[in-house]
């Protein structure tokens, strides 16, 4: 079964910038195409970004311009890099296959954006 380990969240300015991990294992992690979803209080989970096998990448439109995501298919890792992060941007973050695998969610890290 897959597997999720989601890290790298914490408090932040708004303004400032947090880079996400996420280790995955269990699958033959090279072959799909990977995503990043958060979830805001009192608010459905969403999707935020993507990025397919060979490396192309999708966004939701409101974090187009302040987060990229990349992967690194030896470490079996997909990373999002947040830059300029809002207060709307506050939620836990999880990462999942493309369309997710609703059995695998993992605990998340949460990101906090407040002065």
């Known amino acids: 079964q897959v597997q999720f380990v989601e890290s790298g969240g914490g408090l932040v300015q708004p303004g400032g910038s947090l880079r996400l991990s996420c280790a995955t294992s269990?699958?033959?992690?090279?072959?799909?195409?990977m995503g990043w979803y958060r979830q805001a209080p009192g608010k459905q989970r969403e999707w935020v970004a993507s990025i397919t096998s060979s490396g192309s990448t999708s966004s939701v439109d409101s974090v187009k311009g302040r987060f990229t995501m990349s992967r690194d298919n030896a470490k079996n890792t997909v990373y999002l890099q947040m830059n300029s992060l809002k207060p709307e941007d506050t939620a836990v973050y999880y990462c999942n296959l493309i369309p997710p695998d609703f059995r695998s969610w993992g605990q998340g890290t949460q990101v906090t954006v407040s002065s």
């Open positions: 269990g699958i033959i992690f090279s072959s799909y195409v």
